[in-house]
T-cell receptor, first 111, second 113 residues
Framework: QKEVEQDPGPLSVPEGAIVSLNCTYS??????FMWYRQYSRKGPELLMY????GNKEDGRFTAQVDKSSKYISLFIRDSQPSDSATYLC???????????FGKGTRLSVIA | EAQVTQNPRYLITVTGKKLTVTCSQN?????MSWYRQDPGLGLRQIYY???????DKGDVPEGYKVSRKEKRNFPLILESPSPNQTSLYFC????????????FGPGTRLTVT
């Protein structure tokens, strides 16, 4: 079983839709959970991070961690064409250990 | 401007010809890392460095070498490139805490024929 599973998509939604992106993981020792966004031909950039369980909101983005289910989510409200990108989940055991990435979900928001 | 730079951005080479991809960061970060990104396989870590003269293997280190003689630079060396090393390579850096906030370079697309 892979350590971090993420549906690769592609996911196509109309502008204004609520988008839900998800990852599951197998190792309960993960403590830090991140979402990176990668535009075409660019390096990934950190979008959001959370420590342990709970929710975190930043503008139109909400990150959610459910450690009991080993499941993390990223919600995008009022999606825009500029949100079209690949979204990578990532996690680590501690603040100084290497990140383990999901394979990424490609999202297209259609105007 | 805070950034991670990589050179070259694109490289086509032949099997066996040694090459180096440079990586430099101007944020005084202690932690640096190299990844390769392949379709269907995602981002996989090659090597990482917690500080000067401290390097460690990631998930896919075979066929690669690194060195960290200065804090700002972390070159990736392919001593004898092979076609299966054709990939998109990213360098990343982060401060020692929080290291989850990694800053990625723009990528180097390498083709080995």
């Amino acid at each position: 079983q892979k350590e971090v599973e993420q549906d690769p998509g592609p996911l196509s939604v109309p502008e204004g839709a609520i988008v839900s992106l998800n990852c599951t993981y197998s190792n309960s020792a993960f403590q830090y959970f991140m979402w990176y966004r990668q535009y075409s031909r660019k390096g990934p950039e950190l979008l959001m991070y959370t420590y342990s369980s709970g929710n975190k909101e930043d503008g139109r983005f909400t990150a959610q961690v459910d450690k009991s289910s080993k499941y993390i989510s990223l919600f995008i409200r009022d999606s825009q064409p500029s949100d079209s990108a690949t979204y990578l989940c990532a996690m680590s055991f501690s603040g100084n250990t290497p990140l383990v990435f999901g394979k990424g979900t490609r999202l297209s928001v259609i105007a | 401007e805070a950034q991670v730079t990589q050179n070259p951005r694109y490289l086509i080479t032949v099997t066996g010809k040694k090459l180096t991809v440079t990586c430099s960061q101007n944020m005084n970060h202690e932690y640096m890392s190299w990844y390769r990104q392949d379709p269907g396989l995602g981002l996989r870590q090659i090597y990482y460095s917690m500080n000067v003269e401290v390097t460690d293997k990631g998930d896919v280190p075979e066929g690669y070498k690194v060195s960290r003689k200065e804090k700002r630079n972390f070159p990736l060396i392919l001593e004898s490139p092979s076609p299966n090393q054709t990939s998109l390579y990213f360098c990343a850096s982060s401060s020692d805490f929080p290291s989850y906030e990694q800053y990625f370079g723009p990528g180097t697309r390498l083709t080995v024929t």
